[in-house]
């Protein structure tokens, strides 16, 4: 299992006037977390990592929609990189699910899988989940299962980020980005009601901002 790049409690993040921030989001944002760079250099790692331990065989990724959507594209290109230029290269297709378990920043503690019916096309290949972030964990511990009843040859998980939560039921994917501490951050696809995921860098939400987009 992989360890990811550990963020400390205590990170403070970085200024937003040192990168460039969308003008509409500049009110809404306390710092710039983790910066765009550090997550393209740290995804195409995990991407070296993978496919030394999956491209053996037809590899299968299955993105998790729709905060996974940013890290799964420039995961694959890295991924797909990496296949071309080996002296041997595998099958590389993709899939989509999707897993819907929040209203605004509270966990419903109800998993829905949306795409399910779709996974007998993954029996006897090497499955890549690729997620955005883990929390408590109550998503992949509900997903896992039905992948396994499809017997996939190899089943394995990467999460751009682990965050350190009390609510964590004690779940920790194969391959991980950055392990961050309990903090509500948005951006690189990760939202708040739908906004964010058009914000390159990772940033941490202020409290007007939670108050100004939350849901009806």
Same mark, same amino acid.
């Given at each position: 299992?992989?360890? $990811?790049?550990?963020?400390p409690?205590?990170?403070?993040? !970085?200024?937003?006037?040192m990168?460039c921030?969308?003008?509409?989001?500049?009110?809404? %944002?306390?710092?710039?977390?983790?910066?765009h $760079? %550090?997550?393209?250099?740290?995804?195409?790692?995990?991407?070296?990592?993978?496919m030394?331990d999956?491209? $053996?065989?037809? +590899?299968?990724?299955?993105?998790?929609?729709?905060? $996974?959507y940013?890290?799964?594209?420039?995961l694959l290109?890295?991924i797909?990189?990496? *296949?071309? *230029?080996r002296?041997?290269?595998?099958?590389?297709?993709?899939?989509?699910? @999707?897993?819907?378990?929040y !209203?605004s920043?509270?966990?419903?503690?109800?998993?829905?899988?949306i795409?399910?019916?779709? =996974?007998?096309?993954?029996? /006897?290949?090497?499955?890549? +989940?690729?997620?955005?972030?883990?929390?408590?964990?109550?998503?992949?511990?509900?997903? %896992?299962?039905?992948?396994?009843?499809? *017997?996939?040859?190899?089943?394995?998980?990467?999460s =751009?980020?682990?965050? @350190?939560?009390?609510?964590?039921? #004690?779940? /920790?994917?194969d391959? +991980? #980005? &950055?392990e +961050?501490?309990?903090? &509500?951050?948005?951006?690189?696809?990760l939202?708040? *009601?739908?906004?964010? @995921?058009?914000?390159?860098?990772?940033?941490v =939400?202020n409290?007007?901002?939670r108050?100004?987009? /939350?849901?009806?």
């Amino acid at each position: 299992m992989s360890s $990811g790049l550990r963020i400390p409690d205590d990170e403070k993040g !970085h200024d937003l006037n040192m990168f460039c921030i969308p003008k509409h989001y500049e009110d809404d %944002l306390e710092r710039v977390f983790i910066p765009h $760079g %550090l997550i393209m250099d740290r995804t195409e790692r995990l991407a070296r990592d993978i496919m030394q331990d999956m491209g $053996g065989h037809h +590899i299968v990724a299955l993105c998790v929609l729709k905060g $996974g959507y940013k890290f799964f594209a420039d995961l694959l290109d890295y991924i797909k990189a990496l *296949n071309q *230029n080996r002296d041997t290269s595998v099958p590389l297709t993709v899939d989509f699910i @999707r897993l819907k378990s929040y !209203h605004s920043e509270e966990s419903t503690n109800k998993v829905a899988v949306i795409g399910a019916e779709e =996974l007998c096309s993954l029996s /006897k290949k090497n499955v890549l +989940i690729v997620e955005d972030i883990v929390e408590t964990g109550r998503t992949m511990m509900t997903l %896992l299962p039905l992948l396994e009843a499809h *017997n996939p040859k190899m089943v394995k998980v990467v999460s =751009l980020l682990v965050k @350190r939560t009390p609510k964590s039921l #004690g779940y /920790k994917p194969d391959y +991980i #980005g &950055f392990e +961050i501490p309990d903090k &509500f951050l948005v951006g690189y696809a990760l939202d708040y *009601n739908e906004y964010f @995921r058009d914000l390159s860098h990772i940033c941490v =939400l202020n409290e007007n901002a939670r108050q100004k987009y /939350k849901a009806c």
